[in-house]
């Protein structure tokens, strides 16, 4: 019997394991950690590597430890990172190389890799006193507790138009998040980046370097210039008391969608994208596909303002399916545990995070408590914090 079993190892499970770990709310021999990946935190890494992102979005505040300024000490004991770029503007942005180094000292001190199992869950059952949690490599776990802190990576999301292209000439379009995604020296220009957000900016920043003048982003709408996703104060009590004083969920995920800045960018990267389109290395345009039309080597798109797009490689930057994480095995656990879900398919959850005696969420999961930030790293950290506190 182990104490905790945290179902996800990335951001999220890793942070919660982490905040059980440095507050001896258990050990390494009590916990498991279940990820399909060989290694924590193997996704986010691979994402954010592809798009070559160079520092994070959120403050220095933000990362795995349970001290707030764990990060800042690490950058100062580490000689590698005596530089002025280790931090970037006012809110002390981290670098991702660097925040990456602070997470594998984390994962090496504790000894979580260790704890960890790569596998998928296939199915999570209440037993007399436990919960018992099936892999698809066939092993069985009984624990204590169970952390479901799995996201939504994992649903790519991809427009009508481009799902269709997809399936009939696969090589010319892909999601910039596939797993399978080939390396762009070896796609054909030139390159549509698909997308107005910060993961398309990132991409298309990233390509200009490599293919000057061969590239186009293809945005929908106006550039959105925020510093983060959501509005600082969602952190605090100001914006969090009244939204779990909601007794209707509807509202809830209503203030979540409202709060939200989809689609949008730090102003340092608008600026960038602007110095490349002065310099001719980039040429971005807005509009929507209404048609394509496959040649050799290469698409043509129609968009809705008449103009037209020559395309070797369509990178898809659209983010992805807001449905419930997990849905292929948590659907049925749903129905088996008869677990309290709003009419979005998102848990109800007590103010412990608990779906169940013992059944805790973090991430997108735990949104209808923690609020628009439970997807990000901050959001990682008030629901570690929340969980490690019982």
Same mark, same amino acid.
């Given at each position: 019997?182990?104490?905790? %079993?945290? !179902?996800?190892? #990335? /951001?999220?499970?890793?942070?919660?394991?982490?905040?059980?770990? +440095?507050?001896? &709310?258990? =050990?390494?021999?009590?916990?498991?950690?279940?990820?399909?990946?060989?290694?924590?935190?193997?996704?986010?890494?691979?994402?954010?590597?592809?798009?070559?992102?160079?520092?994070?979005?959120?403050?220095?505040?933000?990362?795995?430890?349970?001290?707030?300024?764990?990060?800042?000490?690490?950058?100062?004991?580490?000689?590698?990172?005596?530089?002025?770029?280790?931090?970037?503007?006012?809110?002390?942005?981290?670098?991702?190389?660097?925040?990456?180094?602070?997470?594998?000292?984390?994962?090496?001190?504790?000894?979580?890799?260790?704890?960890?199992?790569?596998?998928?869950?296939?199915?999570?059952?209440?037993?007399?006193?436990?919960?018992?949690?099936?892999?698809?490599?066939?092993?069985?776990?009984?624990?204590?507790? %169970?952390? !479901?802190?799995? #996201? /939504?990576?994992?649903?790519?999301?991809?427009?009508?138009?481009? +799902?269709?292209? &997809?399936? =009939?000439?696969?090589?010319?379009?892909?999601?910039?998040?596939?797993?399978?995604?080939?390396?762009?020296?070896?796609?054909?220009?030139?390159?549509?980046?698909?997308?107005?957000?910060?993961?398309?900016?990132?991409?298309?920043?990233?390509?200009?370097?490599?293919?000057?003048?061969?590239?186009?982003?293809?945005?929908?709408?106006?550039?959105?210039?925020?510093?983060?996703?959501?509005?600082?104060?969602?952190?605090?009590?100001?914006?969090?008391?009244?939204?779990?004083?909601?007794?209707?969920?509807?509202?809830?995920?209503?203030?979540?969608?409202?709060?939200?800045?989809?689609?949008?960018?730090?102003?340092?990267?608008?600026?960038?994208?602007?110095?490349?389109?002065?310099?001719?290395?980039?040429?971005?345009?807005?509009?929507?596909?209404?048609?394509?039309?496959?040649?050799?080597?290469?698409?043509?798109?129609?968009?809705?303002?008449?103009?037209?797009?020559?395309?070797?490689?369509?990178?898809?930057?659209?983010?992805?399916?807001?449905?419930?994480?997990?849905?292929?095995?948590?659907?049925?656990?749903?129905?088996?545990?008869?677990?309290?879900?709003?009419?979005?398919?998102?848990?109800?959850?007590?103010?412990?995070?608990?779906?169940?005696?013992?059944?805790?969420?973090?991430?997108?999961?735990?949104?209808?408590?923690?609020?628009?930030?439970?997807?990000?790293?901050?959001?990682?950290?008030?629901?570690?914090?929340?969980?490690?506190?019982?």
């Amino acid at each position: 019997m182990h104490q905790w %079993v945290i !179902i996800g190892g #990335g /951001i999220q499970g890793l942070t919660v394991a982490t905040f059980l770990l +440095k507050k001896n &709310k258990t =050990t390494t021999n009590q916990i498991r950690i279940v990820d399909p990946n060989p290694k924590p935190l193997e996704n986010w890494k691979r994402c954010t590597s592809t798009i070559s992102m160079p520092y994070l979005r959120s403050p220095s505040v933000h990362h795995l430890d349970t001290d707030p300024f764990s990060l800042q000490s690490f950058s100062k004991k580490k000689q590698t990172y005596q530089s002025n770029n280790d931090f970037y503007g006012r809110y002390k942005r981290p670098s991702l190389h660097m925040f990456n180094d602070h997470c594998d000292h984390l994962v090496d001190e504790l000894e979580i890799q260790q704890a960890y199992v790569t596998s998928k869950v296939s199915n999570l059952e209440k037993r007399d006193g436990y919960w018992r949690v099936d892999l698809e490599n066939g092993e069985k776990f009984k624990a204590e507790k %169970v952390v !479901i802190a799995i #996201g /939504i990576s994992e649903q790519l999301h991809l427009p009508e138009w481009a +799902k269709n292209l &997809k399936q =009939t000439n696969p090589n010319s379009l892909f999601h910039v998040f596939d797993k399978e995604l080939p390396s762009f020296e070896k796609m054909n220009a030139p390159f549509v980046v698909v997308g107005g957000g910060i993961t398309a900016t990132h991409l298309a920043i990233k390509l200009a370097a490599s293919f000057p003048r061969e590239v186009t982003m293809l945005k929908r709408h106006p550039f959105r210039i925020h510093d983060f996703d959501s509005n600082p104060e969602w952190l605090g009590p100001k914006k969090r008391h009244p939204f779990v004083k909601m007794k209707d969920y509807e509202k809830r995920r209503d203030a979540i969608k409202s709060a939200r800045h989809k689609g949008s960018i730090p102003s340092e990267l608008r600026n960038r994208l602007n110095h490349l389109v002065k310099t001719e290395k980039i040429c971005i345009k807005e509009g929507m596909v209404t048609e394509h039309q496959v040649r050799p080597k290469e698409v043509h798109l129609s968009l809705d303002t008449g103009e037209f797009i020559t395309a070797g490689s369509i990178l898809m930057a659209t983010g992805f399916e807001q449905n419930l994480p997990g849905k292929d095995w948590l659907e049925p656990v749903i129905k088996q545990e008869k677990l309290p879900c709003a009419k979005c398919g998102y848990p109800i959850l007590n103010n412990m995070l608990e779906w169940a005696p013992n059944l805790y969420v973090s991430g997108a999961l735990a949104e209808l408590e923690v609020g628009p930030i439970a997807r990000n790293i901050s959001g990682a950290r008030v629901a570690a914090n929340i969980i490690s506190s019982i």
